[in-house]
T-cell receptor, first 113, second 113 residues
Framework: EAAVTQSPRNKVAVTGGKVTLSCNQT?????MYWYRQDTGHGLRLIHY???????EKGDIPDGYKASRPSQENFSLILELATPSQTSVYFC????????????FGSGTRLTVL | QQKVQQSPESLTVSEGAMASLNCTFS??????FRWYRQHSGKGLEVLVS????GEKEEGSFTAHLNRASLHVFLHIREPQPSDSALYLC?????????????FGKGTVLLVSP
C-alpha cells in the first residue's frame, strides 16, 4: 500500500500569513492531489499534479497554489491565509492509470485565526 | 458537473447485522467507483473498487453497481464496533475524467455491541 505522509499534522496560522502544507509519497506514483474536507461539503479537490513540474487546478483552486518539485513531493501553498481556509487538508497519490486508486495521507488540520 | 449523494446520513446497526449504504451519482458515463472508510481523525482507507455493473467483494465489504439506475451500494457483512466510521463514496471517469474523484458527503456508521 502507498505511503503518503503529510506535515505538519496540525497548524495554526494568522490571517494574512503564508502557510505551506507538505506531502511526500514513497511509491513513485505519477499523480498527486490536494483535497480539503469540510462538514457539509465532503472532500473537494483543490489542485493536482501529473508529475514533477506539473500542477493543475481542481474544483476549488482560488486562494491556493501548488508546487510539485519532484515525483515524491507536492506542496499546497496559501499565500494569504483567510479564516475560510480553516479545514482539514488531505494529500493523495495515484499511479496515473484510468483505474487508479488514490491513497491518502492522514491529513493536516489547519486553523486560521 | 458530477453530483454524488449518499444516504442515509447516519446509520446505527447492531454488531453482526448487515449494514447497507447507498450512493447515487449523476453522470451515467462514470466508470470508476470506490468506497472509502475514514475513522475519526484519520485518513481515508479504500475498501472496494468497482468498474462494471454487478458486484465486487473485498473481505466483508461488497459493492454493487447499477449504472442504469445511477446507484452504487456498499454492503457490510457482520460489522464489528471497529467498523464504526464515516463511509465515503467516490466516483470518477466519464465526462469528469478518470483522475477527478467526486466524493459524497458520507454516511456515519455506528455499530453497537
Amino acid at each position: 500500500e502507498a505511503a503518503v505522509t503529510q506535515s505538519p499534522r496540525n497548524k495554526v496560522a494568522v490571517t494574512g500569513g503564508k502557510v505551506t502544507l507538505s506531502c511526500n509519497q514513497t511509491n513513485n506514483h505519477n499523480n498527486m492531489y490536494w483535497y480539503r474536507q469540510d462538514t457539509g461539503h465532503g472532500l473537494r479537490l483543490i489542485h493536482y499534479s501529473y508529475g514533477a513540474g506539473s500542477t493543475e487546478k481542481g474544483d476549488i483552486p482560488d486562494g491556493y497554489k501548488a508546487s510539485r518539485p519532484s515525483q515524491e513531493n507536492f506542496s499546497l501553498i496559501l499565500e494569504l491565509a483567510t479564516p475560510s481556509q480553516t479545514s482539514v487538508y488531505f494529500c493523495a497519490s495515484g499511479k496515473g492509470t484510468s483505474a487508479e486508486t488514490l491513497y491518502f495521507g492522514s491529513g493536516t488540520r489547519l486553523t486560521v485565526l | 458537473q458530477q453530483k454524488v449523494q449518499q444516504s442515509p446520513e447516519s446509520l446505527t446497526v447492531s454488531e453482526g447485522a448487515m449494514a447497507s449504504l447507498n450512493c447515487t451519482f449523476s453522470d451515467r458515463s462514470s466508470d470508476n467507483f470506490r468506497w472509502y472508510r475514514q475513522h475519526s481523525g484519520k485518513g481515508l482507507e479504500v475498501l472496494v473498487s468497482i468498474f462494471s455493473d454487478g458486484e465486487k467483494e473485498e473481505g466483508s465489504f461488497t459493492a454493487h453497481l447499477n449504472r442504469a439506475s445511477l446507484h452504487v451500494f456498499l454492503h457490510i457483512r457482520e460489522p464489528q464496533p471497529s467498523d464504526s466510521a464515516l463511509y465515503l463514496c467516490a466516483v470518477s471517469g466519464g465526462d469528469s475524467g478518470y483522475n477527478k474523484l467526486t466524493f459524497g458527503k458520507g454516511t456515519v456508521l455506528l455499530v453497537s455491541p
